[in-house]
């Protein structure tokens, strides 16, 4: 498989046609999406404000790359220091893996993080590398004030299961507790999508400021 950093450097190619660097930082989100690759990749269509014609704005998919590399840089850090620590663990015998998982290895379906991949438009507002510092911050044992997630410091969102209520993180969906069948139920997403807009950036208008008639989130 060809790496992360190979593909960053297509996106930076300018000799490359533009199709073929916006599908590079296609491979690089699947490489690397700490909100899910649709909700990862909605956020860089704002942050970078990537346009709905690529040709009016082609630096749109650098500063994407960028962000998302900044990030990586961060998370790969704190991967390596992980990964040391969990040898040094097996080498004494201790074989389970601590509980809570870190953040870049729980399972979407179980974790507080779903929504994201329900309803990719309610990802966190963070910038990447700034989600990836409160991540690393909340592993290593920092009491953060608000949402774990995004630090929105707000009263939960109420939400019906059919059987019971939930609360959401207002800013970005997160759960901080199961419905109290002790299961996670799917999010239906307050604006209905479709895959296919998201990536054609059907919320973004031609001059990367978010189309005023596609709800982007």
């Known amino acids: 498989m060809t790496s992360f950093l190979t593909h960053r450097a297509r996106v930076h190619d300018a000799r490359l046609p533009l199709r073929r660097r916006h599908n590079a930082l296609r491979t690089c989100i699947t490489l690397f999406a700490p ?6 990749y909605h956020h860089l269509t704002l942050s970078a404000a990537i346009p709905r014609r690529l040709e009016a704005d082609p630096d749109a ?12 840089v961060l998370w790969l850090a704190r991967a390596q220091e992980y ?15 601590a509980n809570p998982r870190p953040w870049w290895l729980r399972s979407w379906w179980e974790g507080q993080d779903r929504a ?11 910038r990447l590398r700034e989600y990836v510092r409160r ?7 920092a009491d953060l004030p608000g949402c774990p997630a995004c630090g929105d410091a707000r009263p939960l969102e109420p939400i019906s299961t059919g059987h019971g209520w939930v609360g959401l993180c207002r800013g970005c969906a997160w759960a901080p507790v199961p419905c109290p069948c002790g299961h996670r139920h799917r999010l239906v997403p307050q604006v209905p999508y479709g895959w296919n807009e ?14 005023p008639h596609r709800p982007a989130g």
């Open 116 to 126: 994201w991949y329900e309803d990719p438009f309610r990802h966190p507002p963070l």
């Open 35 to 40: 909100y899910g690759f649709r909700a990862t």
């Open 83 to 97: 990964a040391a620590w969990r040898r040094a663990e097996k080498r004494t015998g201790r074989r389970a893996v």
């Open 61 to 72: 998919l650098v500063r994407a790359v960028e962000e998302l590399h900044e990030a990586r």
């Open 198 to 211: 998201i990536w054609q950036r059907a919320h973004m208008s031609d001059d990367g400021t978010p189309n």
């Open 135 to 141: 991540q690393n911050a909340i592993l290593d044992g």
